[in-house]
């Protein structure tokens, strides 16, 4: 049986820490950031033989977790490790963690995820459905981004990923770090997770230092609409927690916003316009989504 979407958008994303399972030291520290949410990854940073300590580092993580959003990075999908990965995450009845689906390549991934995961969850009476973000990384995920963004209720965002996809794309080095080089990417991404209501989450920068290269990625990736962005160092956590925080201005906007909307609501009224701009459910999310990001300090009626 597959569960309908969430009524309100996921949790702000503005920062994504990935953190490999293996190192309670660097995800002790994780916690400590300020990251929105702390991605505990058991896939490119967990070499096979490790899978599964890494497998029982993470559910020892998550059942005393405390502290930031946390999600898992799985194996991906025909691994021999994804549904060994996603039968742990369910047993765990955690409610709020979420999935993230490496190499995603087709709607036909996400149809296996969420068979997998109804049978899981039925097996386990798990009450509360394990949410799927989806790392698009490969030249068929991106060819197929439009189905994959439609593929599943379960999925709350899509995430571009830059290592895998420049190294099958066979993009030098210096090409790899070029902005413009990525732009019909993003673009892919992003409309395609908005077609469908879902967050765009960029993903990290290909180094670590919080230097101005990071930033310029960081705001080219903002300016174009992204919600958020992945970090792959903890140097990097603040300056992105700070480009994607909306400005007081687009906080009271959203805020209007949804006051008109509601306010049509109570009236019974047809079509609401605000400063010239017709108001629907698009523009709705669109505005829970700046709230999201503001960490939610002045959270929607």
């Given at each position: 049986?597959?569960?309908?979407?969430?009524?309100?958008?996921?949790?702000?994303?503005?920062?994504?820490?990935?953190?490999?399972?293996?190192?309670?030291?660097?995800?002790?520290?994780?916690?400590?950031?300020?990251?929105?949410?702390?991605?505990?990854?058991?896939?490119?940073?967990?070499?096979?033989?490790?899978?599964?300590?890494?497998?029982?580092?993470?559910?020892?993580?998550?059942?005393?977790?405390s502290?930031?959003?946390?999600?898992?990075?799985?194996?991906?999908?025909?691994?021999?490790?994804?549904?060994?990965?996603?039968?742990?995450?369910?047993?765990?009845?955690?409610?709020?963690?979420?999935?993230?689906?490496p190499?995603?390549?087709?709607?036909?991934?996400?149809?296996?995820?969420?068979?997998?995961?109804?049978?899981?969850?039925?097996?386990?009476?798990?009450?509360?459905?394990?949410?799927?973000?989806?790392?698009?990384?490969?030249?068929?995920?991106l060819?197929?981004?439009?189905?994959?963004?439609?593929?599943?209720?379960?999925?709350e965002?899509?995430?571009?990923g830059?290592?895998?996809?420049?190294?099958?794309?066979?993009r030098?080095?210096?090409?790899?770090?070029?902005?413009?080089?990525?732009?019909?990417?993003?673009?892919?991404?992003?409309?395609?997770?908005?077609?469908?209501?879902?967050?765009?989450?960029?993903?990290?920068?290909?180094?670590?230092?919080?230097?101005?290269?990071?930033?310029?990625?960081?705001?080219?990736?903002?300016?174009?609409?992204?919600?958020?962005?992945?970090a792959?160092?903890?140097?990097?956590?603040?300056?992105?927690n700070?480009?994607?925080?909306?400005?007081?201005?687009?906080?009271?906007?959203?805020?209007?916003?949804?006051?008109?909307?509601?306010?049509?609501?109570?009236?019974?009224?047809?079509?609401?316009?605000?400063?010239?701009?017709?108001?629907?459910?698009?523009?709705?999310?669109?505005?829970?989504?700046?709230?999201?990001?503001?960490?939610?300090?002045?959270?929607?009626?």
């Amino acid at each position: 049986m597959s569960h309908p979407a969430p009524a309100s958008p996921p949790p702000a994303r503005r920062s994504c820490l990935s953190v490999p399972a293996s190192s309670a030291s660097k995800l002790a520290k994780a916690r400590e950031l300020g990251a929105d949410e702390v991605v505990i990854d058991l896939e490119d940073s967990v070499a096979p033989e490790a899978k599964h300590r890494a497998r029982e580092a993470a559910r020892g993580e998550l059942a005393g977790w405390s502290g930031p959003g946390v999600s898992v990075r799985v194996n991906a999908p025909r691994t021999r490790w994804c549904h060994l990965d996603l039968a742990e995450l369910v047993a765990l009845e955690r409610q709020m963690v979420s999935v993230v689906v490496p190499k995603v390549e087709s709607a036909g991934d996400m149809a296996f995820l969420d068979r997998l995961l109804d049978g899981l969850e039925a097996a386990h009476g798990r009450s509360h459905p394990l949410r799927l973000q989806a790392l698009l990384e490969t030249p068929a995920g991106l060819a197929h981004a439009d189905e994959i963004a439609a593929a599943s209720p379960r999925l709350e965002a899509l995430i571009l990923g830059y290592a895998d996809l420049a190294a099958s794309l066979g993009r030098t080095t210096a090409g790899a770090a070029a902005l413009d080089g990525w732009l019909p990417a993003q673009h892919t991404v992003l409309v395609a997770a908005r077609q469908r209501g879902l967050q765009a989450i960029d993903g990290p920068y290909l180094g670590t230092a919080d230097d101005e290269p990071f930033r310029a990625a960081a705001q080219r990736a903002r300016d174009l609409g992204f919600d958020g962005k992945w970090a792959i160092h903890p140097a990097q956590v603040a300056a992105l927690n700070e480009l994607f925080s909306p400005s007081e201005q687009e906080l009271a906007h959203a805020r209007a916003v949804i006051d008109a909307l509601a306010e049509s609501e109570r009236a019974g009224a047809g079509a609401v316009a605000l400063e010239g701009e017709m108001l629907d459910e698009a523009v709705r999310l669109s505005a829970l989504r700046v709230l999201a990001r503001g960490l939610v300090t002045d959270p929607p009626p």
